[in-house]
């Protein structure tokens, strides 16, 4: 274990600027607390719980262009989009629940067909981690094998200690290859336990229940509707959530030229599955609320051995209707069978 | 060959049209690359995301047999944006073509069996592909029966073929058109699939079904199946769940713990029942 001391930091950025790196941290902007690009440490929020958005963006942005596309009375042209000149990117201050989503996204994005837009992004990404000494009501990383100093997912985790100084522990080579940086700043540190200073979240449910328990109850019609009886469909929590990463796939142009892109999309939205014939096999909103919650809890661990959530509860404080996903991955939980 | 940009398709060129029915037109393509047509390959049952540049992608399935090498084709109705915009292109146009994505039918575990092919309207050009295939290797297969309906004579597609498979004397095959769908000089039989079907009365033993057709046709078609004592196991279909990568990410074709593009779309009755009704 390392420690960073607190007056290191601004340094710190200045290396990784020096180093022709980007640095993306939380901002507030216009009110809201978001990751941003940034220059330099005074830019970045000290003192906060969860971003509004996750980070997921820099690896999966919101619209990802794959080709450009020219028809002239020559014939038509596709050519690849361009995605080896992106700069590396240092993402500063993620939580220990946002660093491990990654590893969600890794697996959907590797799973047989190598995705080669989200590789190139991922192989230029280092993570450093910032665990939590505070947390709210919606977090639940405690209830999905996670907790507020997990290193899953970080190249470099930081715990603040009491001074105020960070506790670094080097986790990867990625993040051996940033100290490498700045080695000055980064000291020996023995005898310290950061368990010490990180906040304490509740268990909710126990995950093994959470799995167990939501892959039997696909035909229990009544729990889902009763769930998602107030949901509005607007897929807010697919937006927010660092690991949804269902997309859809669009042209715009004009027909002499234009793109093709990639797009976030939502399993909550009532065109998702709809066929062109009118048939739609997930017709009720229970249907979709369902396959959120199992395509995390029962599908992507038994086709990607990922937990496909973090208990970040993004979703949960974003919810217009204020629907919380660990009260009802509780419930589920809890069936007795 | 897998392309290292999963998403960028192959430029395809438009080298033949055939107006099949109403709205209904099958397109020959070729590679214009010829390097990458050499290394083309696919399996009966899979499918592909064809494109017009500036309108997008739509999921259907290849036509053509894999044992007829050198071209590929297409059959797609007019239906939605993609396909309205390819039906406007003729020979010489340029289409896009992602694939081949799925699994396949498992033809080679079907020697020395019986084969009853069952499809209905614009079902057909999925299974076209198999039984192209299967007519190919004909000698390893016994009786090989196929029964096509569509709902008026002027729907049913591939009259060419139908003619030629009428003409083979090692292939038995029945036509109908629902009730009211005949012409005068209608000679194949008149009512719905699974009624036509069930007057056949279909001999299970060492025999495989394959089905596809619209939703309905195959919900009424399972049951005659049954009744003559056909196993689970030996009724295969195919899904046809929204797409749009083919390949596992986008999420949209998932049912259950299976995803219709990777474990799909070919599907026996017994695996459809493990399945959730998400189709």
């Known amino acids: 274990?390392?420690?960073?001391?607190?007056?290191?930091?601004?340094?710190?950025?200045?290396?990784?600027?020096?180093?022709?790196?980007?640095?993306?941290?939380?901002?507030?902007?216009?009110?809201?607390?978001?990751?941003?690009?940034?220059?330099?440490?005074?830019?970045?929020?000290?003192?906060?719980?969860?971003?509004?958005?996750?980070?997921?963006?820099?690896?999966?942005?919101?619209?990802?262009?794959?080709?450009?596309?020219?028809?002239?009375?020559?014939?038509?042209?596709?050519?690849?989009?361009?995605?080896?000149?992106?700069?590396?990117?240092?993402?500063?201050?993620?939580?220990?629940?946002?660093?491990?989503?990654?590893?969600?996204?890794?697996?959907?994005?590797?799973?047989?067909?190598?995705?080669?837009?989200?590789?190139?992004?991922?192989?230029?990404?280092?993570?450093?981690?910032l665990s939590c000494s505070k947390c709210d009501n919606e977090c639940f990383c405690t209830s999905v094998g996670l907790n507020p100093g997990s290193t899953k997912g970080s190249d470099i985790l930081l715990t603040k200690n009491n001074e105020g100084d960070y506790l670094a522990e080097i986790v990867t080579d990625k993040g051996q290859a940033m100290v490498s940086l700045c080695t000055d700043l980064f000291s020996d540190h023995k005898d310290d336990n950061k368990e010490n200073y990180l906040t304490k979240v509740p268990v909710k449910f126990e995950k093994d229940a959470a799995i167990e328990k939501s892959t039997k109850s696909f035909e229990n019609e009544q729990i889902w509707f009763d769930q998602a009886m107030r949901c509005l469909g607007c897929g807010a929590c697919t937006y927010v959530c660092p690991t949804c990463s269902c997309f859809d796939i669009q042209d715009e142009g004009t027909s002499a030229k234009g793109i093709r892109y990639r797009c976030w999309d939502s399993c909550g939205l009532s065109q998702f599955t709809i066929h062109t014939s009118g048939h739609n096999p997930r017709e009720e909103q229970s249907q979709r609320w369902r396959q959120r919650i199992l395509h995390k809890y029962s599908y992507q661990p038994e086709r990607l051995q990922v937990l496909g959530c973090v208990g970040c509860g993004r979703c949960s404080r974003s919810c217009p209707v204020d629907m919380n996903i660990a009260e009802h991955v509780e419930t589920i939980a809890e069936i007795e069978l | 060959m897998k392309k290292e940009n999963i998403y960028l398709p192959y430029l395809m060129r438009i080298v033949s049209v055939r107006e099949e029915a109403p709205e209904v037109r099958t397109y020959r393509l070729q590679f214009e690359n010829e390097e990458e047509g050499n290394q083309f390959e696919f399996q009966a049952g899979q499918f592909g995301e064809y494109s017009v540049a500036g309108q997008g992608e739509s999921t259907f399935c290849i036509a053509s047999s894999p044992t007829r090498k050198g071209y590929i084709e297409c059959t797609f109705r007019k239906t939605g944006r993609v396909t309205a915009a390819l039906a406007d292109l003729e020979a010489g146009s340029f289409i896009g073509f992602r694939g081949p994505y799925g699994n396949i039918f498992p033809i080679e575990e079907w020697n020395g069996k019986n084969l009853l092919f069952i499809a209905g309207g614009i079902a057909l050009p999925p299974m076209r592909c198999v039984i192209w295939n299967c007519l190919d290797l004909r000698e390893k297969f016994k009786d090989f029966t196929i029964l096509y309906g569509a709902r008026t004579v002027n729907d049913l597609v591939y009259k060419h073929e139908l003619k030629e498979w009428e003409e083979r004397t090692d292939v038995n095959l029945v036509t109908t058109v629902d009730p009211g769908g005949q012409t005068e000089d209608w000679k194949g039989e008149i009512g719905f699939v699974p009624t036509i079907l069930d007057k056949m009365a279909p001999k299970a033993e060492n025999t495989i079904a394959i089905v596809c057709g619209p939703p309905i046709m195959i919900k009424y078609t399972f049951p005659i199946l049954e009744k003559y004592g056909f196993k689970d196991e030996n009724i295969f279909t195919t899904l046809e769940n929204r797409m749009k990568c083919g390949f596992g990410k986008c999420g949209r074709c998932n049912v259950g713990k299976v995803f219709v593009c990777k474990d799909g779309p070919v599907f026996t009755l017994a695996q459809l029942k493990e399945l959730p009704a998400e189709y």
Not at chain 1, 52 to 60: G, L, N, P
Not at chain 1, 77 to 84: C, F, M, Q, W, Y
């Open chain 1, 1 to 129: 274990m390392k420690l960073l001391k607190k007056e290191a930091l601004p340094k710190l950025f200045e290396k990784i600027n020096s180093a022709d790196k980007v640095i993306y941290a939380p901002v507030e902007n216009h009110g809201q607390l978001v990751y941003r690009r940034v220059s330099a440490y005074d830019e970045v929020k000290k003192d906060y719980i969860q971003t509004v958005q996750s980070a997921k963006y820099v690896v999966f942005p919101k619209i990802e262009k794959l080709l450009d596309y020219q028809n002239s009375k020559d014939g038509t042209s596709l050519s690849e989009a361009v995605i080896d000149e992106l700069p590396e990117i240092v993402l500063f201050g993620v939580r220990p629940c946002d660093a491990a989503g990654f590893d969600v996204l890794k697996a959907v994005f590797t799973w047989d067909f190598n995705d080669k837009f989200y590789i190139e992004r991922a192989k230029k990404l280092t993570i450093i981690g």
